[in-house]
């Protein structure tokens, strides 16, 4: 697994990461002993990093990586978490207050005295963009609450808004072969500011993932059943906002452009970590399987088996014609 600098801070991240919002039960019910073998075979495949936040299960999801990594002696293995999004998404609960008592909750869960990485959970682009924000996290950096801080985002304005601080570690974006609008000027501008990239919903909620089809049903608590209209959250957060059965069309298609013994979640996800500026590429897995799958697609990278320039070109072919008129201009 290739291991790459997670901006300033010296730190190495595994180019394959784990994300865990299904480890807090929102995709589904998931118990903790499968969620546990989840990260362990993780880390057995090499994965240095794992993404959470305080609101995946209400703080399940950092409770669960506190206890499993407590048990893990001498763990080489950097957590981000998140905050923000346990409270009305209002400008002025983005307070220093507020993050540290945030911070604190997240401290306790982890079980740790400073947190690795906290990253402000999608807020507002006035948020984003306010000078206060980053002094109160400066300020939570000085205290010792947090070792580092970047900010996840919807859209690529805010991408750059944030990337332009001078302190920021990391972005965390949606990017995708269904989202390639970051390619244009943030994956750019990210690794000219020497800013961390951390690819969100990589397999676009799993139809990246070769496996669904029209008839395929999600359960009721579920966010592929209840959010696809957007009515929870941000819509573009759920099969990163292409429509199901134009997405199932642009999978099919994609994923018989690859060959032999190359997998789509594979391709896809070692098409991504290869693109300049990202630092890791975050997929999310509900079992040992998956989280083994997903760390093995780092080893496409060497490009002995599969040819990431030709996958490139149908990305960006099946996107033009399918995607782009849809998506390009959102987020």
Same mark, same amino acid.
């Given at each position: 697994?290739?291991?790459?600098?997670?901006?300033?801070?010296?730190?190495?991240?595994?180019? !394959?990461?784990?994300?865990?919002?299904?480890?807090?039960?929102?995709?589904?019910? +998931?118990?903790?002993?499968?969620?546990?073998? !989840?990260?362990?075979?993780?880390?057995?495949?090499?994965?240095?990093?794992?993404?959470?936040?305080?609101?995946?299960?209400?703080?399940?999801?950092?409770?669960?990586?506190?206890?499993?990594?407590?048990?893990?002696?001498?763990?080489? +293995?950097? +957590?981000?978490?998140?905050?923000?999004?346990?409270?009305?998404?209002?400008?002025?609960?983005?307070?220093?207050?507020?993050?540290?008592?945030?911070?604190?909750?997240?401290?306790?869960? *982890?079980?740790?005295?400073?947190?690795?990485?906290?990253?402000?959970?999608?807020?507002?682009?006035?948020?984003?963009?306010?000078?206060?924000?980053?002094?109160?996290?400066?300020?939570?950096?000085?205290?010792? $609450?947090?070792? $580092?801080?970047?900010?996840?985002?919807?859209?690529?304005?805010?991408?750059?808004?944030?990337?332009?601080?001078?302190?920021?570690?990391?972005?965390?974006?949606?990017?995708?072969?269904?989202?390639?609008?970051?390619?244009?000027?943030?994956?750019?501008?990210?690794?000219?500011?020497? !800013?961390?990239?951390?690819?969100? !919903?990589?397999? $676009?909620?799993?139809?990246?993932?070769?496996?669904?089809?029209?008839?395929?049903?999600? &359960?009721?608590?579920?966010?592929?059943?209840?959010?696809?209209?957007?009515?929870?959250?941000?819509?573009?957060?759920?099969? =990163?906002?292409?429509?199901?059965?134009?997405?199932?069309? $642009?999978?099919?298609?994609? &994923?018989?452009?690859?060959?032999?013994?190359?997998?789509?979640?594979?391709?896809?996800? &070692?098409?991504?970590?290869?693109?300049?500026?990202?630092?890791?590429?975050?997929?999310?897995?509900?079992?040992?399987?998956?989280?083994?799958?997903?760390?093995?697609?780092?080893?496409?990278?060497?490009?002995?088996?599969?040819?990431?320039? =030709?996958?490139? =070109?149908?990305?960006?072919? +099946?996107?033009?014609?399918? *995607?782009?008129?849809?998506?390009?201009?959102?987020?």
């Amino acid at each position: 697994m290739q291991q790459r600098t997670l901006g300033s801070t010296g730190r190495l991240v595994s180019a !394959v990461g784990l994300g865990t919002w299904q480890l807090g039960a929102d995709w589904g019910s +998931v118990d903790e002993a499968d969620a546990t073998a !989840v990260l362990a075979a993780s880390v057995d495949a090499g994965v240095t990093f794992f993404d959470t936040a305080d609101v995946y299960g209400d703080g399940r999801s950092e409770a669960i990586i506190g206890r499993f990594l407590a048990g893990q002696k001498n763990h080489q +293995v950097t +957590v981000a978490t998140k905050m923000g999004r346990r409270e009305e998404q209002l400008s002025e609960n983005y307070t220093l207050e507020n993050f540290r008592q945030w911070t604190e909750r997240s401290r306790r869960n *982890l079980g740790v005295e400073t947190l690795d990485l906290v990253q402000l959970h999608c807020p507002p682009s006035d948020v984003i963009d306010a000078d206060v924000t980053y002094d109160a996290l400066d300020a939570l950096v000085q205290e010792g $609450a947090i070792a $580092a801080y970047g900010v996840s985002v919807e859209t690529c304005d805010q991408a750059l808004s944030a990337i332009a601080r001078p302190a920021l570690t990391n972005v965390q974006i949606i990017f995708n072969p269904f989202r390639l609008k970051p390619l244009d000027e943030v994956l750019p501008a990210a690794s000219a500011a020497g !800013v961390a990239i951390f690819a969100r !919903v990589p397999l $676009a909620s799993g139809l990246l993932s070769g496996k669904y089809t029209s008839n395929t049903t999600f &359960a009721s608590n579920d966010h592929r059943s209840y959010n696809r209209d957007g009515s929870a959250f941000d819509k573009g957060e759920t099969f =990163s906002g292409v429509d199901f059965e134009a997405g199932l069309a $642009a999978a099919e298609e994609l &994923a018989a452009a690859l060959p032999n013994g190359v997998s789509l979640p594979a391709a896809t996800i &070692a098409w991504i970590a290869a693109q300049p500026g990202v630092t890791s590429v975050i997929p999310g897995a509900r079992n040992e399987a998956q989280a083994g799958s997903n760390a093995d697609a780092g080893l496409l990278l060497d490009g002995a088996d599969f040819d990431i320039a =030709s996958f490139d =070109s149908a990305v960006h072919s +099946v996107y033009d014609a399918r *995607l782009r008129a849809q998506i390009h201009p959102q987020w």
